[in-house]
């Protein structure tokens, strides 16, 4: 039988391919994967090889299946990181009976604390908005970008919302990656706005519509509110039955109103048609977002739409007129081309899971880490 040719390795000072066998190093015990929940190590005695060609100590055999410095084999890293996609390090950690530093080794092994860039050859689309990490205390900015694949990037976490932090963040994408930020989607925050404007000045802001949305829809309820209270004092128990639980269906769209609730409105409507112009005024302003304006005419229907506020006398809405007012040309470019922030809301669930599932983690770097995990995990530690 021919023979087998030797196995070889790099020499780790010169580089070149070496064969020489030098003996075997100190024995190595790795966990692997586990069988029928039985925890399984792998030992073994990794070869040493000797360099001809410099004189360098040994090179000692790298294997594909583990990494030199850690105490487990890939195969078993990949799961446990499986296992911690939607869970917590404490609760992984009780499972496999490791410490939780043992977790957050393996996360910081296969899980950067940063955005790499050079996955990225475009952006087009940044979304910026803030979350709370809990009640009294300080709210941290996620920052992401959706996936002309599918799919949404987290591209930073940052600590707070201050606009040198947030411009600090966009100066320090590559400058050619930069270039590529077509549009960035926000709320009306002034320290968000003015960073895109200083950092990538040629990008379109985009106001979301759904933070729109919610301030007028905040002032009908306001409406909702006075009205209510007065009915309540005027109308004896039983009158005020007749209309008790509208708050429900007059915060509904008026397509998903069952006849019942319609029914309901209408009585309500009947006492205080001050409460059903609010109603009429907000349903209308949701209709204008669904047309097909150009941003031109988008600017003029909501100027008309703010002038049949002002004949209407509704107190309630002059802090949105003002808003509206302010806030025009970023809002309405919106109609250019149908962008919202629907991808930042839906990775704003994520994060929302996140930190009531792991209540009291407020390192940002570590929330960057499980939300790429949580996002990313199945892609890239799934089984197939």
Known sequence: MPREPPERQTCKRCGREIADFHGLDHALRLRHLPLFDVPVFVELRPKRYRCRYCEGNPTTQRLEWYEPRSPNTKPYEEWLLRMLINSTVSDVASKLGVSEETIEGVLDRWISREVDW????????????????????????????????????????????????????????????????ERVCTDMYKGFVEAAREQVPWAKIVVDRFHVARAYRDCT?????????????????????????????????????????WALLARLFTYSPKLKTAYNLRQDLTELFEREYTKPGAKCAIRAWCKRVRESGLEEFNSFLGTLENWLDEITNYFLERQTSGFVEGCNNRVKVLKRRCYGIFDVARIFQRLTLDIDGYEIFGLT
């Open 118 to 181: 050079e996955e990225f050859e475009r952006l087009g689309t940044v979304g910026v908005d803030e979350i709370a990490l809990k009640r009294g205390h300080r709210d941290f900015v996620v920052v992401r970008a959706p996936l002309e694949s599918g799919g949404i990037a987290v591209l930073a976490v940052l600590s707070d919302r201050k606009q040198e932090t947030v411009s600090a963040f966009f100066a320090s994408i590559p400058e050619a990656l930069r270039r590529t930020i």
């Open 221 to 261: 309820d306001a409406v909702r509110k006075k009205e209510i209270k007065r009915l309540k004092k005027e109308w004896s128990d039983a009158e005020y039955e007749e209309v008790k639980g509208a708050m429900w269906p007059l915060r509904k769209r008026p397509t998903d109103l069952t006849d019942d609730e």
